[in-house]
């Protein structure tokens, strides 16, 4: 989530909403409660977080709305805020979003430890792909043409495939490098398209089942 142009982790909101129903429970009216955590809160972004949520307040409207309309809180903790006022146990469901992003929070970062090892295999699988296929074939391939020698079909198939490799593997590198920083440029602004590239990688057999596995 972001709050202005800084980033607010979802680990620092877990915290934030913890301290707040831990108050809550206690008897600590909410507005005091948000004052508290504002006169306290080390990180600005949370204590802005937590200052706008009091001022809303106070302009009317239930929490609900004062925390969709500072744009941190994703759709699922604004459904379960929205529960909370509905039912009268807001401090309860409060408690248990900072819960679900602590919950959230340890399975984004299994999911992240999981994949670290596949992808820095995959990557060197790819270098040396890449480094057989643009420096070692075109030097074999010299060699054979010196000796005049007829190849086998699967050594012409490695040379043909050297040959695009050379020839085109500069360009639609950087075809895949700009598809990926678009991607991402998108994602980070665009919310529904982030779901839609999360939705296609959970589908992928490795990822999907590396996230249920942490999940």
């Avoid at 800084?6 to 409660?33: E, I, N, Q, Y």
């Avoid at 920083?181 to 959970?202: C, D, F, M, N, Y």
Wanted: with cysteine; charged share 20%; proline share 4%.
């Amino acid at each position: 989530p972001f709050y202005g142009r800084s980033r607010v982790s979802r680990r620092g909101l877990a915290a934030f909403l913890s301290s707040l129903s831990v108050m809550m429970k206690s008897g600590v009216p909410l507005l005091t409660a948000l004052s508290q955590c504002a006169s306290w809160e080390k990180d600005k972004q949370l204590c802005r977080l937590a200052s706008g949520l009091g001022r809303r307040l106070r302009m009317g409207g239930g929490f609900t709305r004062a925390a969709e309309a500072e744009g941190v809180f994703s759709p699922s903790v604004l459904f379960l805020f929205r529960t909370g006022e509905e039912s009268g146990a807001l401090d309860e469901v409060i408690g248990d979003a900072a819960e679900h992003l602590t919950r959230l929070d340890r399975i984004i970062s299994d999911l992240k430890r999981a994949l670290t090892y596949p992808t820095l295999v995959l990557s060197m699988l790819g270098g040396a792909f890449l480094f057989w296929f643009w420096f070692v074939v075109p030097k074999i391939e010299a060699i054979f043409r010196t000796l005049d020698a007829e190849l086998p079909f699967i050594s012409q198939l490695l040379i043909s495939l050297s040959h695009v490799v050379v020839e085109y593997g500069g360009a639609c590198f950087t075809l895949l490098l700009l598809l990926g920083v678009t991607l991402w440029a998108g994602a980070s602004r665009a919310p529904r398209l982030r779901r839609e590239l999360l939705h296609l990688l959970l589908r992928l057999p490795i990822i999907g089942g590396l996230a249920a596995a942490a999940n």
